[in-house]
């Protein structure tokens, strides 16, 4: 198993672009989430879902956009890029509602100019 | 407002000195307590799950307990592969749909 899957590893962008953030993984768990990681502050979730067809906003989720068609997908997307998007992007996955083994992605490191 | 608070934030030991990482928590109704390692340009790696105060958990050089108002990871001789960022989480509320990170804590272990 490839486990969780992310690309690109890293991505420049300049203010106003759009651009999408892949994720995938192999396990046929149901429940998938995006997280971004800033310096000095925890990881925030910002849209996760709980099946195919089924996603919900987190906690900071003005400027990007989620979809789930199938089980094994969950893209980001930046609608139009700002400078407070540089961050690390991490995709997860887990089972079920329990958080028990939530299985992280290597993650993207985005810079917006 | 949940709130999960990690100490200290960079902690440096020798090989073989054993110390603790504290994990502080505010939250209404604790559903679950998690420890997730972190290395460098990858991505967080779970270690524990806690669900009661009293409960403990170990993995290999790691302990994990867990009271009412906070968690400890103790690291027993350590070793410098045990260098890493240390990550505390915590899920709360009925039909909670997300955890709360704390900061970390970046723990260096010299040879």
């Known amino acids: 198993n490839a486990g969780v899957t992310q690309t690109p590893k890293f991505q420049v962008l300049k203010t106003g672009q759009s651009m999408t953030l892949q994720c995938a993984q192999d396990?046929?768990?149901?429940?998938m989430s995006w997280y971004r990681q800033d310096p000095g502050m925890g990881l925030r979730l910002i849209h996760y879902s709980v099946g195919a067809g089924i996603t919900d906003q987190g906690e900071v989720p003005n400027g990007y956009n989620v979809s789930r068609s199938t089980t094994e997908d969950f893209p980001l997307r930046l609608l139009s890029a700002a400078p407070s998007q540089t961050s690390v992007y991490f995709c997860a996955s887990r089972v079920g509602f329990s958080y028990n083994e939530q299985f992280f992605g290597p993650g993207t490191r985005l810079t917006v100019l | 407002e949940d709130q999960v608070t990690q100490s200290p934030e960079a902690l440096r030991l020798q090989e073989g000195e054993s110390s603790s990482l504290n994990c502080s928590y505010t939250?209404?109704?604790?559903?679950?307590l998690f420890w997730y390692r972190q290395d460098p340009g990858k991505g967080p790696e779970f270690l524990f799950t806690l669900y009661s105060a009293g409960e403990e958990k170990e993995k290999e050089r790691l302990k994990a307990t867990l009271t009412k108002k906070e968690s400890f990871l103790h690291i027993t001789a350590p070793k410098p592969e045990d260098s890493a960022t240390y990550l505390c989480a915590v899920q709360a509320g009925r039909g909670a749909q997300k955890l709360v990170f704390g900061q970390g804590t970046r723990l260096t272990i010299n040879p």
């Open positions: 396990m046929n768990h149901e429940y």
């Open positions: 939250v209404s109704g604790l559903r679950g």
